[in-house]
């Protein structure tokens, strides 16, 4: 074999091992909101810690690429994930037709219903359109919860929040009647010191053209290769038993949902 011949294969094989180095240490950049726990919030120390957070970190291992993530605020996340800042949202949000008209999303990844909670001596009875009336309820801005009260409580006063933390602080303090978030959600904060104000009314049955089928994975339009491989990933952490462990760190019930 001659010398030039040598060389060649010899680059050859360097820029193959190169590229395969280089699929091994693909980044995936993931935004999620941080101020909704139990999915996802940030720790005193800056960590990002919850459902969402677990998920994600379970899908990437099986994706066999490295993720990273950034905290954005929920009012900005689907224009901040067009904009390049990262690859993916990772945050329950919700799939709607509204959302899909600026994002792809994946299948769901959970599905559990909304609820409104009130204070342990209020005289709400029940989370229809007649009990609430009258009454002032908290919900935070841009989500479905927001859609679901705006379209259901005509006879209620709804009041926008940025996040999940400041409505339950006006609940706590008596400057709401109600609450309307995710069933998770409500009954982990009112299993905390903070929430002992407050109790559960009961759940609500969704809307499906405004809560979707559940919450999925957003990327950018377009990039259905992502999608898929997280379509791919999901299936295979419900099989393996991975999704299940995460699960019961933070439930007593599978919030997968039923299979659709």
Same mark, same amino acid.
Request: hydrophobic share 40%; charged share 25%; aromatic share 8%.
């Given at each position: 074999?001659?010398?030039? =011949?040598?060389?060649?294969?010899?680059?050859?094989?360097?820029?193959?091992?190169?590229?395969?180095?280089?699929?091994? @240490?693909?980044?995936?950049?993931?935004?999620?909101?941080?101020?909704?726990?139990?999915?996802?919030?940030?720790?005193?120390?800056?960590?990002?810690?919850?459902?969402?957070?677990?998920?994600?970190?379970?899908?990437?291992?099986?994706?066999?690429?490295?993720?990273?993530?950034?905290?954005?605020?929920?009012?900005?996340?689907?224009?901040?994930?067009?904009?390049?800042?990262?690859?993916?949202?990772?945050?329950?949000?919700?799939?709607?037709?509204?959302?899909?008209?600026?994002?792809?999303?994946?299948?769901? !990844? !959970?599905?559990?219903?909304?609820?409104?909670?009130?204070?342990?001596?209020?005289? &709400?009875?029940?989370?229809?359109? @007649?009990? =609430?009336?009258?009454?002032?309820?908290?919900?935070?801005?841009?989500?479905?919860?927001?859609?679901?009260?705006?379209?259901?409580?005509?006879?209620?006063? &709804?009041?926008?929040?940025?996040?999940?933390?400041?409505?339950?602080?006006? =609940?706590?303090?008596?400057?709401?009647?109600?609450?309307?978030?995710?069933?998770?959600?409500?009954?982990?904060?009112?299993?905390?010191?903070?929430?002992?104000?407050?109790? =559960?009314?009961?759940?609500?049955?969704?809307?499906? @053209?405004?809560?979707?089928?559940?919450?999925?994975?957003?990327?950018?339009?377009?990039?259905?290769?992502?999608?898929?491989?997280?379509?791919?990933?999901?299936?295979?952490?419900?099989?393996?038993?991975?999704?299940? @462990?995460?699960?019961?760190? !933070?439930?007593?019930?599978?919030?997968?949902?039923?299979?659709?």
């Amino acid at each position: 074999m001659s010398t030039a =011949l040598r060389i060649a294969l010899a680059a050859s094989a360097a820029l193959l091992t190169l590229g395969v180095a280089q699929a091994q @240490e693909k980044t995936l950049r993931i935004g999620t909101e941080g101020a909704y726990p139990p999915f996802n919030n940030l720790t005193a120390d800056g960590q990002l810690v919850g459902f969402d957070i677990d998920i994600a970190k379970a899908l990437c291992d099986e994706m066999k690429v490295k993720c990273t993530f950034v905290a954005q605020d929920w009012d900005g996340i689907i224009p901040a994930l067009q904009a390049g800042k990262f690859d993916a949202i990772v945050a329950s949000m919700s799939i709607t037709p509204e959302r899909a008209e600026k994002v792809d999303f994946t299948n769901k !990844y !959970y599905n559990t219903p909304p609820a409104i909670a009130a204070p342990k001596d209020s005289d &709400i009875k029940g989370v229809t359109k @007649e009990d =609430l009336a009258g009454k002032t309820i908290g919900v935070q801005a841009s989500t479905t919860h927001f859609n679901y009260s705006t379209k259901a409580y005509t006879d209620s006063t &709804i009041k926008p929040y940025p996040t999940a933390q400041e409505y339950q602080l006006d =609940l706590a303090n008596g400057r709401v009647d109600a609450v309307n978030d995710d069933i998770t959600v409500l009954e982990g904060w009112l299993a905390t010191p903070d929430g002992a104000c407050c109790k =559960l009314i009961g759940a609500i049955t969704p809307d499906i @053209e405004i809560h979707g089928p559940g919450a999925g994975i957003a990327v950018r339009k377009g990039d259905t290769e992502l999608v898929n491989q997280f379509n791919k990933a999901i299936d295979a952490i419900r099989a393996n038993g991975k999704y299940k @462990e995460i699960n019961d760190k !933070y439930f007593k019930y599978d919030v997968y949902g039923g299979e659709s």
